[in-house]
């Protein structure tokens, strides 16, 4: 097969940029699920001298308007976040709670994410159960916290689980993965360092750690931000975990309180933990990216052409020039232009090359 030809300038920035996209990529991830059942083969290596030498030379990451806005909301979040912690700036008040003041950057970050923060859900009618039971529970909660006086607790709460799924899930995992990224890093080992680090910091939270009594006490928190992490990593889902760790606090105060047999309480999270999981605990590998062109979410690279001739599995070429099998039904995106470039007069009529342009 005779893949279109592909500036050689153009595929060298390619690689030069995919190794910091692929770290920011889960910030602003794509709109829309592309190919859910992706094959991943071994890369190729590529003989081009042009890759080897832009494999070897250093780097020079250039992002999208967005991204370099979405990292520098990060970094800010990220500050503020160890400024309030450690008690430099003032908290916000908040239904007699002291909310941490990293929730207005963090609100902000938010904003430039923007429908990003959904995620790629990989059985949409388990997100729209998730949704559903969301969408009851919260305000049944609220009615639980009228009765019992309490009602300023609600918007406090949300707002909290917000704030931490943002600032712990996607602000310092981000600057702890570009920072990774300077010394070499691979961008997965980043993003898991990211995560990994910003859970350990989230278990040692003030509030966490009264909580707990002794060593046990501790892993509640690592076992809530290990299944954050894995939710958020394998799909981006900021916003739908904020939701569900919004019901765990409700949950979780009204027990406290009394308000709620702690049976009850066992029963809903595990259904909310168990939508989650179902419905974005497995990633897209194809999606759609900001251009409205497709974009491979592992590596952060474009896809340059797909083959969907008959007789053969289906392709897509990566702008590295690496091929990854996807299937033939694959949806394409409305806004994808496609030209028809057989490479062989001669080929059966229903061999078609698609290039994205």
Do not use: K
């Not at 894995?230 to 916003?239: N, P, T």
């Not at 952060?300 to 392709?315: K, S």
């Amino acid at each position: 097969m005779t893949a279109p030809a592909t500036d050689r300038s153009t595929r060298v920035d390619a690689v030069a940029m995919a190794e910091i996209i692929a770290v920011v990529a889960p910030l602003v991830v794509p709109r829309d699920e592309v190919d859910d059942e992706v094959a991943v083969p071994e890369a190729v290596p590529s003989t081009d001298p042009a890759d080897t030498a832009a494999a070897q030379a250093p780097r020079f990451e250039r992002l999208s308007t967005r991204r370099t806005l979405v990292l520098a909301l990060a970094g800010i979040t990220t500050l503020t976040e160890l400024l309030s912690f450690t008690g430099r700036i003032p908290t916000i008040p908040m239904g007699g709670l002291e909310l941490s003041a990293s929730l207005i950057p963090a609100l902000a970050l938010g904003l430039a994410c923007g429908s990003r923060l959904l995620g790629r859900s990989s059985v949409r009618r388990a997100a729209i159960v998730f949704w559903i039971v969301a969408a009851v529970m919260i305000p049944v909660l609220a009615y639980l916290f009228w009765r019992s006086g309490r009602l300023e607790l609600v918007p406090t709460l949300i707002f909290a689980a917000l704030d931490e799924e943002l600032v712990y899930r996607l602000a310092i995992p981000a600057v702890i993965a570009a920072a990774l990224r300077l010394g070499n890093v691979r961008p997965n080992a980043a993003r898991i360092a990211g995560l990994v680090g910003a859970g350990i910091a989230f278990c040692l939270l003030p509030g966490h750690l009264e909580q707990m009594r002794g060593a046990a006490g501790f892993l509640p928190f690592a076992a809530f931000a290990g299944l954050s992490a894995f939710i958020v990593y394998r799909s981006g889902s900021v916003l739908p975990m904020a939701v569900g760790h919004a019901i765990s606090n409700l949950l979780a105060v009204l027990v406290f309180r009394n308000a709620m047999p702690a049976d009850a309480r066992s029963l809903g999270l595990a259904t909310v933990l168990c939508l989650l999981v179902l419905a974005w605990g497995r990633p897209a590998r194809i999606t759609v990216g900001d251009d409205g062109g497709l974009v491979d979410t592992q590596t952060g690279l474009a896809v340059t052409a797909i083959d969907l001739r008959d007789g053969q599995p289906a392709l897509v070429e990566l702008a590295d020039g690496r091929y990854l099998p996807v299937h033939a039904d694959m949806v394409r995106p409305r806004d994808v232009p496609v030209v028809d470039l057989p490479d062989d007069p001669a080929a059966d009529e229903g061999r078609l090359h698609h290039e994205l342009t």
